[in-house]
């Protein structure tokens, strides 16, 4: 028998049986887009993750005053290429960073540029509005625009000869002044005029050049530094580095002992290798609690065929007696058992990423966990394209026609093996 004639023969068993066959697709659905919609839902926060921890800039390391608490580790606070800010610091008297500490690490293998910075807090004043106690940042401008991971959204960088310029981030002057602050306008900064050159993209950051951050900024010695900020070359030799730089700041700064340490040092490469490997164990584990789904419903397909190969009893008695061979018995009650699968596959996908996106959403996640192989398709909103990994999709629907064939492989040998004179007395 050709195999078109065992589909057609098939498909009629798939239609005669709606209820039944729809009960145990509706299994298969949940099964699928429970995997699908997990598995889709981690990706696109795995990959927001990513991007987020790879704006802080893997291959720049910073130094910080004071020893950070395990709750803090560098991770929580604010990092954008000069301005970390640290959540929690040891009660231990805090020594701030100095040049000797800058040029010691400047003599450090896989270390290619060292910026010292300051930072500290003034009263900002734009067209008549005043802000209290904001956070400027004074940047070394020779290496600034090397080693920041800020971009730009217009104007420029601080170049040398800038003295009393000023570079913004671009929700700075949304949420402090409520206004848009245009290119080469003037702000006023602890009491003095700075021509803005510069608005950085999705920054909440002031940067203004270093030695005249010195004068505005209170409480800042000449030779100090809020935080040093280090390129490194290799990033695969981050760990390194940062033990190196440990261990010559020790030797600097006259510590003997590690519990005398008085700074910390952020590594965002190895911060991301962490989070990356937390975020990928959620996964899996996430995915093998809905696979059990999966079972419920493979189980739900043996059944459905136990009970079809019943129903058809007779039916396969007259299919063997007018010469149906054994093999071609079987192949109809597989591509049954497939073809619950393959529906089941196709519905369980679709709900599954419509889930996810509706999820993703609301949560405020990017659902763009396609990457490679990612087909594109709109978002429940219809206000930006979204992308699912078509890999995932297509593996899954294989997957479901895969554990349908398995489930009835049983039911199908059975009817296969009926005796055509048992078969035809069957009531």
């Excluded at 991971?149 to 960088?157: A, D, H, I, P, W």
């Excluded at 809020?226 to 030799?237: A, P």
């Amino acid at each position: 028998m050709r195999l078109q004639k065992c589909l057609h023969l098939a498909f009629n068993i798939f239609l005669h049986s709606k209820l039944r066959s729809w009960l145990t697709i509706i299994g298969i659905i949940v099964g699928i887009a429970a995997v699908v919609g997990i598995v889709s839902m981690s990706l696109s926060a795995q990959q927001q993750m990513e991007e987020r921890l790879g704006s802080l800039g893997a291959d720049i390391l910073t130094v910080t005053p004071g020893v950070q608490r395990a709750t803090g580790g560098g991770f929580g606070g604010e990092f954008r290429g000069g301005e970390p800010s640290i959540n929690s610091v040891s009660d231990r008297d805090i020594n701030n960073l100095t040049k000797r500490d800058v040029t010691v690490i400047k003599s450090l293998e896989n270390v290619v540029l060292v910026m010292g910075v300051v930072s500290g807090k003034e009263d900002i004043t734009y067209s008549g509005k005043t802000a209290k106690d904001t956070t400027i940042t004074g940047v070394d401008i020779s290496v600034w625009k090397e080693i920041t991971t800020e971009t730009l959204n217009s104007g420029r960088f601080l170049t040398t000869g800038d003295m009393y310029s000023v570079v913004i981030g671009q929700s700075v002057a949304e949420s402090i002044f409520d206004k848009e602050v245009p290119l080469n306008t003037k702000i006023t900064i602890g009491g003095k005029s700075f021509n803005v050159v510069g608005i950085l993209e999705n920054s909440r950051s002031i940067y203004i050049p270093l030695n005249t951050a010195r004068d505005v900024l209170e409480d800042i010695g000449e030779e100090e530094f809020s935080s040093i900020s280090i390129k490194i070359k290799d990033t695969s030799l981050s760990n390194e580095t940062v033990n190196l730089i440990k261990e010559k700041l020790m030797l600097s700064r006259g510590i003997l002992s590690e519990k005398s340490i008085d700074f910390s040092i952020t590594n965002p490469s190895a911060m991301q290798a962490t989070m990356q490997e937390s975020m990928g164990t959620l996964t899996y584990f996430l995915a093998a609690i809905a696979a059990i789904s999966l079972l419920v419903g493979a189980i739900g397909i043996a059944n459905t065929m136990f009970t079809s190969v019943l129903e058809q009893t007779k039916d396969i008695g007259i299919l063997k007696a007018i010469g149906t061979q054994n093999k071609d018995v079987m192949a109809i009650f597989l591509l049954n058992s497939g073809l619950i699968g393959l529906v089941g596959g196709i519905g369980g996908a679709i709900v599954g990423v419509l889930s996810s996106t509706l999820i993703n959403s609301f949560a405020g996640i990017s659902n763009s966990s396609g990457g490679r192989g990612g087909m594109g398709m709109m978002n429940l909103f219809g206000s930006s394209s979204i992308s699912v990994n078509f890999y995932l999709v297509f593996g899954a629907i294989l997957f479901a026609v895969l554990i349908g064939m398995i489930s009835g492989a049983i039911p199908a040998y059975r009817a296969s093996k009926l005796n055509p004179v048992d078969a035809l007395r069957y009531q």
